[in-house]
């Protein structure tokens, strides 16, 4: 993979929205470290004049997310940048070294800082540590404290922007007390900067955070894709969606316990989003059938419910969904999510952005359904150039 510097660009392109479309979504699932690769695609987006006006996000997607929505167009990229180079600007290594197994040496060790040291601008260790500290401390639930995030969410998103001006946002937590999923949607929430670190508090690494008078996880520990959110809320607007998936369902079988491991996380933290579309584009296909019977009913035969039903099929939205998927390297491990180096990043914000535009190369993916609110799944995106 290219270990250089992460492409540039002076200007954003014009708004280039395919015929049809009404809104564009961008859904960033969880995954830590990974969560650079959703800057390059990001980046490519923006190149393309395909801006999104909906964000929602888990865990580090609800970051990337928060700097995005929280920003006019014209800082957006700069100050997504900023964030990824804030909290990989720890130095790790003299060189990034060539081959796998010396690569796989060189993220171990960036991964052991991690958990060491923690990472600039985003998490410090606990001292003491949890498992000395008395039952009821402030240290006794978490293995870091993540302070150093609150300051980097003020210096880098305008809240008053994301409130107002910017793009929709939705970020999803779990209350830890009723174990029910919530999302904070600024459509009727007023997003502040702990509602983003409540999606991003992963237990037992980070603490629950606290809104209002509930106590909030990260949103990956019940579902790592906010992409459901999205599909409950489509409405009757047209909508293009980019799913940016950081952990991938489908993988090869492990040859070591290193890969169990690896393995292991992706499919906890792919939350079946295959699944998730699958079932929402049957759900989506049996409405357009049941309109098309109602169609062919008489009118003075239709109940009032009936009718009432067959207005609201009437306005069915089309979908285009893109479905983008981080694929591992061979030589990262199982600590792939934390491992923070610079290298690392690098690798991941070049791969989100090649993978991209290899995509967006398809100019009939880039394309609303011909069929009046029919649906269209693209999710194959590796393409020879």
Same mark, same amino acid.
């Given at each position: $993979?290219?270990?250089?510097?992460?492409?540039?660009? @002076?200007? *954003?392109?014009?708004?280039?929205?395919?015929? =049809?479309?009404? #809104?564009?979504?961008?859904?960033?699932?969880?995954?830590?470290?990974?969560?650079?690769?959703?800057?390059?695609?990001?980046?490519?987006?923006?190149?393309?004049?395909?801006? *999104?006006?909906?964000?929602?996000?888990?865990?580090?997607?609800?970051?990337?997310?928060?700097?995005?929505?929280?920003?006019?167009?014209?800082?957006?990229?700069?100050?997504?940048?900023?964030?990824?180079?804030?909290?990989?600007?720890?130095?790790?290594?003299?060189?990034?070294?060539?081959?796998?197994?010396?690569?796989? &040496? %060189?993220?171990?060790?960036?991964?052991?800082?991690? !958990?060491?040291?923690?990472?600039? =601008?985003?998490?410090?260790?606990? +001292?003491?540590?949890?498992?000395?500290?008395?039952?009821?401390?402030?240290?006794?639930?978490?293995?870091?404290?993540?302070?150093?995030?609150?300051?980097? &969410?003020?210096?880098?998103?305008?809240?008053?922007?994301?409130?107002?001006?910017?793009?929709?946002?939705?970020?999803?937590?779990?209350? +830890?007390?009723?174990?029910?999923?919530?999302?904070?949607?600024?459509?009727?929430?007023?997003?502040?900067?702990?509602?983003? $670190?409540?999606?991003?508090?992963?237990?037992?690494?980070?603490?629950? $955070?606290?809104?209002?008078?509930?106590?909030?996880? @990260?949103? =990956?520990?019940?579902?790592?894709? *906010?992409?459901?959110?999205?599909?409950?809320? &489509?409405?009757?607007?047209?909508? $293009?969606?980019?799913?940016?998936?950081?952990?991938?369902?489908?993988?090869?079988?492990?040859?070591? !316990?290193?890969?169990?491991?690896?393995?292991?996380?992706?499919?906890?933290?792919?939350?079946?989003?295959?699944?998730?579309?699958?079932?929402?584009? #049957?759900?989506?296909?049996?409405?357009?059938?049941?309109?098309?019977?109602?169609?062919?009913?008489?009118?003075?035969?239709?109940? @009032?419910?009936?009718?009432?039903?067959?207005?609201?099929?009437?306005?069915?939205?089309?979908?285009?969904?893109?479905?983008?998927?981080?694929?591992?390297?061979?030589?990262?491990?199982?600590?792939?999510?934390?491992?923070?180096? %610079?290298?690392? !990043?690098?690798?991941?914000?070049?791969? =989100?952005?090649? @993978?991209?535009?290899?995509?967006?190369?398809?100019?009939?993916?880039?394309?609303?359904?011909?069929?009046?609110?029919?649906?269209?799944?693209?999710?194959?995106h590796h393409i020879a150039s």
């Amino acid at each position: $993979m290219d270990r250089g510097p992460l492409p540039s660009r @002076d200007q *954003p392109a014009t708004a280039a929205r395919p015929p =049809g479309c009404d #809104r564009i979504a961008l859904v960033l699932q969880g995954g830590g470290a990974l969560g650079a690769y959703q800057g390059g695609v990001y980046q490519a987006l923006h190149e393309a004049g395909l801006e *999104p006006n909906w964000i929602a996000g888990v865990s580090i997607g609800s970051i990337n997310g928060a700097i995005i929505a929280g920003n006019p167009l014209e800082r957006r990229l700069e100050r997504l940048r900023q964030f990824w180079d804030t909290v990989t600007a720890r130095p790790t290594a003299l060189f990034v070294p060539d081959g796998d197994e010396a690569r796989r &040496l %060189a993220n171990t060790w960036s991964s052991t800082l991690t !958990m060491t040291l923690g990472q600039p =601008g985003f998490f410090t260790p606990n +001292v003491p540590n949890p498992w000395l500290s008395p039952r009821g401390t402030a240290t006794a639930t978490s293995f870091y404290d993540n302070a150093p995030l609150y300051q980097t &969410l003020r210096d880098l998103v305008d809240f008053d922007y994301l409130n107002s001006n910017g793009p929709r946002y939705a970020c999803g937590s779990v209350n +830890v007390r009723s174990g029910n999923f919530v999302y904070f949607d600024s459509i009727e929430t007023m997003i502040e900067p702990m509602h983003v $670190m409540a999606s991003g508090a992963l237990p037992p690494a980070l603490p629950m $955070m606290q809104v209002g008078t509930d106590w909030f996880w @990260d949103g =990956g520990v019940v579902s790592n894709t *906010p992409l459901q959110h999205v599909f409950d809320n &489509l409405g009757n607007t047209s909508t $293009m969606i980019f799913q940016v998936d950081l952990f991938s369902a489908s993988g090869k079988l492990p040859r070591d !316990m290193g890969d169990v491991l690896a393995r292991q996380k992706e499919i906890q933290y792919s939350s079946r989003t295959r699944l998730v579309t699958d079932v929402y584009a #049957r759900d989506h296909e049996q409405k357009l059938l049941i309109r098309r019977l109602l169609d062919k009913v008489p009118e003075a035969a239709l109940t @009032d419910a009936e009718i009432a039903m067959k207005a609201d099929l009437a306005k069915q939205p089309g979908i285009t969904l893109l479905h983008l998927i981080y694929r591992q390297a061979p030589y990262e491990t199982q600590a792939m999510d934390y491992d923070f180096g %610079a290298a690392s !990043m690098r690798e991941h914000w070049n791969s =989100g952005y090649r @993978d991209t535009q290899a995509t967006l190369r398809h100019q009939d993916w880039i394309a609303m359904p011909l069929e009046d609110g029919g649906i269209v799944v693209h999710d194959v995106h590796h393409i020879a150039s």
